[in-house]
């Protein structure tokens, strides 16, 4: 009984493995060759030909599976990391003979791995060969998907998918007869964004004097590439296709677009000059014109302004100081500037306000609002009335607004006017209502009371009293009105 035990004794504290020393520097080299009959014992456990049936890890997962795969990467990761610190920890003289990269293989992954036209790389060979990558296990994709990859999809298959939003190849369309189907297939499903793709494509891959000459019967993709050229800034091809379709209007037009680009004013000034030579319309031409005069009459106006500024020559530069360049800025700016700072010019001029309404034809309407606008702002009430005061072949003088003086009071309140000036334009608005409106809104109370006489509207006006101050002049004029 007592040798049984001692025998039980013996099998339990007894090992195969021999303990490790500094010593032994083949210790290692035993180890992975035990490994390597231990696999190779078990590969003659496993059926090659027996691909169909499931296969099933020593965790009881599917071989190949998601989480199978991510517990044998982390699995090897952490087991190759724990025994670079253990040898680093021990300071085994044997561990420069190890490889610096850990290998990909582990035993799971062997029957995961093999396949009948290759043979297993040994277990030893996969340590001590660096070269190795690591690659995760292929998930097989759905058969589903391997129909997108098809090259076999028609003109009219690839423009659905396109519209669908799907990657689809357009350089197997070879022939022109093919990439002229997709083009009108693309044109026929309406959507904008796959036309552009398609012409794209066309653009690149076909001589200019091909692709024109379609087009040219083709008018959406027409229309559409012409769009595209103009976004995207292409201006010689856009011209050449303009030149080819003839249209000199559009091609001169083009051209004058250009000046955008241009930011020194003389080399402006010189290309608006060439331009005006270009086959333009009648009244395009004129805008032309029109445009190079007003450049160089603002490059002479500016340079004036500029010495006069800087010598501190002028009063009305020195209290109000210019903001900015009048350089390339739009005839009702210049016209605004002109009449805010040379309002009192002579006609000869060319910074005089009337010398640019006449050089430009520009309208009585317009020509009033914006001298008002320039003069209301330099609270000049004296030049707002003699701008709206116009007098007959008689002599007579008559207040006038174009606009209306309904917008003359706006205009004069925006500014801060007086009282006094502001009920001597409400009282020239003809429409009663839009008068008493503004006299209410603008507190103008002589003309709300003088409108409520005429109108003989004894209620309103008793109203209107209780709005006014007591004891004040509004107050007795009400009352004498009443009384009378």
Known sequence: MSRARADEEEYWHSSKFRAFTFDDEDDELSQLKESKRAVNSLRDIVDDDDDDLERVSWSGEPVGSISWSIKETASGSTSSLDGRDSSLQKGSSSYAALPKQASSYSLSSLFKGRNKLSSFQSLSDALTDTGVKNYAPELRRPRAEYKDYSSDWSPKDTVRRMQRGKVSSL??????????????????????????????????????????????????????????????????????????????????????????????????????????????????????????????????????????????????????????????MPLVTTLFYSCFYHYTEAEGMFSSPTNLKKTFKIPDKQYVLTALAARAKLRAWGDVDALLTTKNWLGYTKKKAPIGFHRVVEILQRNNAPVQVLQEYVRLVEDVETRLNLATKYKCHDVVIETYRDLKDRVQLTAYKCKVERGSAEEEKIQSILSN
């Open 171 to 328: 350089e197997r369309f070879r022939s022109l007869q093919d990439k002229l189907v997709l083009l009108d297939e693309a044109v026929a499903g309406h959507d904008g964004n796959v036309i552009t793709a398609v012409l794209i494509f066309l653009k690149r891959t076909l001589r200019r004097e091909i692709l024109f000459r379609e087009l040219e019967v083709r008018q959406v993709a027409l229309c559409h590439l012409i769009h595209f050229l103009r976004e995207t800034g292409e201006q010689k091809f856009l011209l050449d296709l303009l030149r080819f379709l003839d249209r000199t209007e559009e091609v001169a037009l083009s051209q004058y677009r250009e000046h955008l680009n241009i930011q020194d004013v003389e080399k402006r000034r010189e290309f608006l000059k060439s331009c005006i030579g270009l086959p333009f319309s009648a009244e395009d031409t004129s805008h032309i014109q029109d445009h190079y005069t007003l450049l160089e009459r603002q490059i002479i106006i500016e340079a004036n302004d500029r010495h006069l500024e800087t010598a501190g020559q002028s009063e009305l530069f020195r209290k109000y100081p210019r903001k900015a360049s009048i350089l390339n």
